[in-house]
C-alpha cells in the first residue's frame, strides 16, 4: 500500500515539475523569436533532415492504402473504386497524414533530442552553459519547441500530399479509374476547416512532443544507463501523447466547429 501512495506521489510530483517546466520554456518564445539563429539551426535538424523519412514511408502508406481501400469496396459494389479518391482525401488530410508524421517525427527527432540533451546533462554540459550566464530553457529548449510547432505542420502536409499520389496511383494504374475522375471526385468532401483544423493539431502535437523530448533530456541522471532511460520514456510518452492529443482535439473539434 506505502509502495502505492509513493507512485502516486512520484507521479503528482513529476507532473507538477513538468508542468513548471512548461511554463519556464514558453515564457522564452518572444525572445527566440526575436533572435532567430538557434530556432533556424532546429528547424534544419528537425524538419528539413527528417523530410526523406516521412516521403518514403508515405508513398508505400498511400499505396497500401489505395490497395486495401479499393479491393474492399469493389468487394462490396464493383465499379466504386472511383470513390476511393473522396475517402481517401479526407481520411489524409484529417487524421491519418498528420498522424503518420507526427509519430515518424517522434522516432526520428524525439529520441535524438533527449538523447542529446541528457548526455548533456550526465556531462555537465547543461549546467557550463548556466555558469556562463546561458539559460538553458532559452538556449535548448524553447526553440526546439518553435521548430516542433514549425515543422510538424510541413511535414503533415507533404505527407498528405505524397500518400494521396501513391494511392492515386494504385488506384488509378490498378482498378482502372481515369485520372480525371479521380481527381473531381476527391475534391468533392474537402472542406477548408479541414485543413486549418489539421494544421492546428499539428501546431499543438508537434510543441508538445518536442516539450516531452527536452523535459525527459533535462531530468535525465545515472550516466549512459539514464540517457538511455530517458529516451526510451521519450519515445513512449511522445507516441502515447499524440494519439491522446489527436482524440482530444479531433473531439473538440466535432463538438464545437462542424
Request: net charge positive; charged share 10%; proline share 3%.
Amino acid at each position: 500500500m506505502n509502495s502505492i501512495i509513493q507512485r502516486f506521489r512520484d507521479y503528482l510530483h513529476d507532473i507538477g515539475q513538468f508542468t513548471l517546466f512548461s511554463i519556464e520554456a514558453l515564457r522564452f518564445i518572444p525572445y527566440n523569436l526575436r533572435h532567430p539563429k538557434e530556432l533556424f539551426i532546429n528547424l534544419m535538424g528537425i524538419g528539413l533532415k527528417t523530410m526523406p523519412m516521412i516521403a518514403v514511408t508515405s508513398i508505400f502508406y498511400g499505396l497500401i492504402m489505395g490497395l486495401q481501400l479499393s479491393d474492399a469496396l469493389e468487394a462490396i459494389i464493383a465499379g466504386t473504386s472511383q470513390f476511393i479518391g473522396s475517402a481517401l482525401a479526407v481520411a489524409l488530410v484529417k487524421e491519418l497524414g498528420p498522424i503518420l508524421a507526427a509519430l515518424l517525427m517522434v522516432a526520428r527527432v524525439c529520441s535524438s533530442v533527449t538523447a542529446q540533451l541528457g548526455t548533456m546533462r550526465v556531462t555537465e554540459q547543461i549546467d557550463a552553459l548556466s555558469t556562463f550566464a546561458v539559460n538553458p530553457m532559452r538556449h535548448l529548449v524553447t526553440p526546439r519547441i518553435l521548430a516542433g510547432m514549425i515543422s510538424l505542420p510541413i511535414l503533415g502536409f507533404l505527407s498528405v500530399v505524397v500518400a494521396f499520389a501513391g494511392g492515386a496511383v494504385m488506384v488509378i494504374s490498378v482498378y482502372g479509374v481515369t485520372p480525371a475522375v479521380f481527381w473531381e471526385l476527391a475534391q468533392y468532401p474537402l472542406k477548408i476547416r479541414f485543413v486549418i483544423q489539421s494544421l492546428i493539431k499539428m501546431v499543438i502535437i508537434g510543441g508538445y512532443i518536442m516539450l516531452i523530448a527536452t523535459y525527459q533530456g533535462f531530468k535525465t541522471k545515472g550516466g549512459a544507463a539514464g540517457v538511455g532511460e530517458s529516451t526510451i520514456n521519450s519515445v513512449v510518452t511522445s507516441s502515447f501523447m499524440v494519439i491522446l492529443l489527436d482524440f482530444i482535439l479531433t473531439a473538440m473539434f466535432i463538438m464545437f466547429w462542424k
